[in-house]
């Protein structure tokens, strides 16, 4: 028996009650995560990750709350939004835009997930390689204690094995020089990390990404000027990549 135009009509409108509900919920998801990573995104240029290590945790822990909050309220906001207020001719426009969004947050974060993997350090056949750091520190700073009982230097990306050399430190004028041994495992890119007190600095190196044999010592460089990352123009950083026979 044939189902009347009364039973059509609550079919339909119970199919479109199921499609307006997922609609719903997905741009609802959609915007919960971009508010929650523009949120966390903001407050991380507002609050940044400098200081004791305590508050350095709190501002990571409001951070984090903030953003969690704010992508549960845009969820719950966004998905009655879609349920009351948006327009049954205007659903299948809103899940285009949906699909479209998902497309492009996906690609991206395959870009960005290829971006950080690290890849194996330059192989030679026979040889050996290791990344010879010197870092450079203004007496003043000292305050008269031993420079490497005050700094750590150490491979900024990557896994490495790093070997400072407190017997060769040496002084330049006004200036102590630590000489350090860096065998890199993994790299992402070419920099050093240096911890000084409660803050870290950041030293690009302009090295090619995989260099076809030994390179000489760069110019002394300066920190470099980042968001959670200090900048000094008391410290500097110059480095070499040798490669020896075995």
Not at 60 to 65: R, T
């Amino acid at each position: 028996m044939a189902a009347g135009p009364e039973h059509r009509e609550i079919a339909y409108q119970d199919q479109l009650m199921m499609e307006r509900s997922v609609t719903a919920v997905a741009t609802g998801l959609l915007f919960a995560v971009f508010a929650v990573l523009g949120v966390t995104a903001l407050l991380g240029r507002l609050l940044p990750l400098r200081g004791p290590a305590d508050e350095q945790i709190a501002r990571s822990m409001l951070s984090l709350f903030l953003g969690g909050l704010s992508g549960v309220a845009g969820f719950v906001v966004v998905s009655w939004l879609v349920r009351e207020r948006v327009p049954s001719a205007s659903l299948q426009t809103l899940q285009v835009v949906d699909g479209l969004v998902l497309a492009t947050a996906g690609a991206w974060a395959v870009v960005v997930y290829a971006s950080v993997q690290s890849r194996p350090a330059p192989y030679y056949e026979g040889c050996e390689a290791r990344l010879e750091v010197e870092l450079r520190v203004a007496k003043a700073l000292l305050q008269g204690g031993p420079l490497s009982d005050q700094v750590v230097v150490q491979f900024g990306t990557g896994e490495s094995f790093d070997k400072p050399r407190p017997e060769l430190v040496r002084e330049e004028g006004e200036d102590l020089v630590l000489p350090v041994e860096i065998t890199v495992i993994r790299l992402r890119d070419w920099s050093i990390t240096v911890l000084f007190g409660e803050d870290k600095y950041n030293f690009p190196l302009d090295f090619p990404k995989r260099p076809a044999g030994s390179l000489p010592w760069s110019a002394w460089i300066a920190p470099k000027a980042r968001r959670g990352w200090a900048t000094s123009p008391s410290l500097a950083v110059r480095a070499r990549w040798v490669v020896v026979p075995r």
